[in-house]
Every structure is written in structure tokens, then in C-alpha cells.
């Protein structure tokens, strides 16, 4: 039994390491942003659009169709969660969203067994007057 313990505790800190490489992909792009591991494998990529950052996440979402995915937003974490068909498993997938993001702007598709999310940052905005009275 105590073996049963040692073997969770090394999976847990290498779980632990893994999060940990995987926040520190999205330092340049949105600081603050991580990605938590769900059952998927995925990719993550990040460009410039219109002189903007753009993140975009795929993820592997075998025999799954559009309504199998629920993808919702709430306080700055995107989650992804589904059920796959074939074998009733489970998984979802947590984002942290940087204050940088523009919310509205989120987009999800899916196609082939890939679910790709495209977060893109928000335009800046200009200094607002504040009236004086």
C-alpha cells in the first residue's frame, strides 16, 4: 500500500512540472495566462495579428461533434469540457485568461477531432476624460 502512495506522489509532482512548462508558454503573449491539463493533448501557439497577440489552443477531442463540447467563460478562465461518445470518458480543459484578452472576441471551432480556440487581445483603449465638477 505505502508503495500505491509513493507512485501518486511522483505522478502528482510531475503533473505539478508539466502545468508549470506549460504556463510559462503564454509569459510572452499574455502575462498571467496558464492552461490547466486536462484528458486532451494539445497544442498551443501564439502570433501576431494586426500587431496584436493572438493565442490559439488546439485540442484533441476524438469522436466528439459540436454539441458533445460545452465552452464557457467565467471570471477570465475559458473551460472546455466534453464527453466522448465512443467510451462515456470525460474531460475538460481550464484556460486562465489574461486581463489583456478580449472576451467577446473568443472563438471555437471544431473539425476533425481538433478543437481550436483563438484568444486574441483586446485593442487598446485611449485615455478617457474624466469631467471635473
Request: aromatic share 4%; net charge negative; charged share 30%.
Amino acid at each position: 500500500m505505502e508503495d500505491l502512495f509513493v507512485h501518486v506522489r511522483r505522478i502528482s509532482s510531475a503533473i505539478d512540472k508539466a502545468m508549470d512548462r506549460v504556463e510559462s508558454i503564454f509569459d510572452d503573449a499574455f502575462e498571467g495566462t496558464s492552461v490547466g491539463l486536462g484528458l486532451s493533448t494539445h497544442k498551443v501557439t501564439k502570433e501576431k495579428k494586426d500587431g496584436l497577440p493572438v493565442v490559439t489552443v488546439e485540442l484533441e477531442v476524438p469522436g466528439c461533434k459540436k454539441a458533445d463540447l460545452d465552452v464557457s467563460v467565467s471570471s477570465r478562465t475559458l473551460q472546455v469540457d466534453w464527453t466522448r461518445k465512443l467510451d462515456g470518458n470525460k474531460s475538460s480543459v481550464k484556460i486562465a485568461i489574461s486581463e489583456k484578452a478580449d472576451l467577446d472576441a473568443i472563438t471555437a471551432k471544431v473539425e476533425d477531432g481538433y478543437m481550436t480556440i483563438t484568444i486574441p487581445a483586446a485593442q487598446p483603449q485611449p485615455a478617457k476624460k474624466v469631467r471635473i465638477d
